[in-house]
């Protein structure tokens, strides 16, 4: 399956109320079609408010939400889906993924992704895939329902955390990476490195690290409330990095996890 949305969208972790409004509605404006959301991020009502008032045809956009964990069981899978749905004012969403892996196990993997295909089927969402996934979850999960039924595995993925080892088993096996934190809180951006090929480039270090990332073959969801830090964003997309760049900032790799909540968290690679 090819990948089915936009390789650069808009992430909205952490934004509510007016704040997500605002900068879904700055989004689409600027040309983004892509939109990220979660069940837990408590803003999906609020996006569904905002790409209806944008006027944007629905076939124009690509949404994407995930399950959170509550909901992982199969008789809560679909209501909570169909929940979502109504929020985000729509019939279906392009893309459900399994948000975390079911804490401890609770939920076998198998029955959650048998729920998404059912979804899949009942025309609620057109790709599933899954989120936060480690290789060994991952593979577990190619084996249910087949690499090709996984249109991704979102996961932290940035300068300072590269996972080379699940990057090349994802491309193995035909999973595509999608990259949040892929600006690392801002803290990546102040890397040395990214501030001299910002300079040598005439581009932000956010474009870099978003270019980086999109040169590997990654899709990118980066967030913000500043319309202009959103048209920057979406620049990195024709921004290209030479195979030396490239290295450079691979050698920046340091295993450093940004994310990595208690009794949420996998046994990561």
């Given at each position: 399956?090819?990948?089915?949305?936009?390789?650069?969208?808009?992430?909205?972790?952490?934004?509510?109320?007016?704040?997500?409004?605002?900068?879904?509605?700055?989004?689409?404006?600027?040309?983004?079609?892509?939109?990220?959301?979660?069940?837990?991020?408590?803003?999906?009502?609020?996006?569904?408010?905002?790409?209806?008032?944008?006027?944007?045809?629905?076939?124009?956009?690509?949404?994407?939400?995930?399950?959170?964990?509550?909901?992982?069981?199969?008789?809560?899978?679909?209501?909570?889906?169909?929940?979502?749905?109504?929020?985000?004012?729509?019939?279906?969403?392009?893309?459900?993924?399994?948000?975390?892996?079911?804490?401890?196990?609770?939920?076998?993997?198998?029955?959650?992704?048998?729920?998404?295909?059912?979804?899949?089927?009942?025309?609620l969402t057109r790709a599933i895939g899954v989120s936060n996934f480690p290789i060994a979850l991952l593979q577990r999960a190619i084996a249910h329902?087949?690499?090709?039924?996984?249109?991704?595995?979102?996961?932290?993925?940035?300068?300072?955390?590269?996972?080379?080892?699940?990057?090349?088993?994802?491309?193995?096996?035909?999973?595509?990476?999608?990259?949040?934190?892929?600006?690392?809180?801002?803290?990546?951006?102040?890397?040395?490195?990214?501030?001299?090929?910002?300079?040598?480039?005439?581009?932000?270090?956010?474009?870099?690290?978003?270019?980086?990332?999109?040169?590997?073959?990654?899709?990118?969801?980066?967030?913000?409330?500043?319309?202009?830090?959103?048209?920057?964003?979406?620049?990195?997309?024709?921004?290209?990095?030479?195979?030396?760049?490239?290295?450079?900032?691979?050698?920046?790799?340091?295993?450093?996890?940004?994310?990595?909540?208690?009794?949420?968290?996998?046994?990561?690679?």
């Amino acid at each position: 399956m090819n990948f089915p949305l936009p390789a650069l969208g808009l992430g909205t972790f952490r934004l509510k109320d007016q704040a997500v409004i605002a900068s879904v509605s700055a989004a689409l404006e600027l040309g983004y079609r892509a939109i990220d959301t979660a069940q837990i991020y408590g803003n999906e009502a609020e996006i569904g408010q905002a790409w209806t008032a944008s006027g944007l045809p629905r076939e124009q956009l690509a949404l994407t939400t995930k399950i959170w964990t509550e909901h992982l069981a199969p008789e809560r899978l679909l209501p909570s889906l169909r929940e979502s749905l109504d929020k985000l004012r729509t019939g279906h969403v392009e893309l459900t993924l399994i948000h975390w892996p079911s804490p401890g196990g609770a939920v076998p993997l198998e029955a959650t992704l048998d729920a998404l295909l059912d979804a899949q089927a009942q025309g609620l969402t057109r790709a599933i895939g899954v989120s936060n996934f480690p290789i060994a979850l991952l593979q577990r999960a190619i084996a249910h329902v087949g690499a090709g039924r996984l249109a991704t595995n979102q996961v932290e993925l940035h300068p300072w955390l590269q996972s080379p080892a699940l990057s090349a088993f994802a491309a193995r096996h035909g999973v595509h990476l999608t990259s949040y934190m892929t600006l690392g809180y801002g803290q990546v951006l102040q890397d040395p490195t990214l501030l001299a090929l910002a300079a040598e480039l005439d581009a932000t270090p956010a474009q870099v690290a978003l270019a980086w990332a999109l040169q590997r073959g990654h899709a990118v969801i980066p967030s913000s409330t500043k319309r202009e830090h959103l048209a920057s964003n979406l620049l990195a997309a024709s921004l290209r990095l030479s195979d030396a760049q490239m290295a450079r900032i691979a050698a920046l790799d340091r295993s450093q996890r940004l994310v990595d909540p208690e009794g949420l968290a996998p046994a990561w690679d």
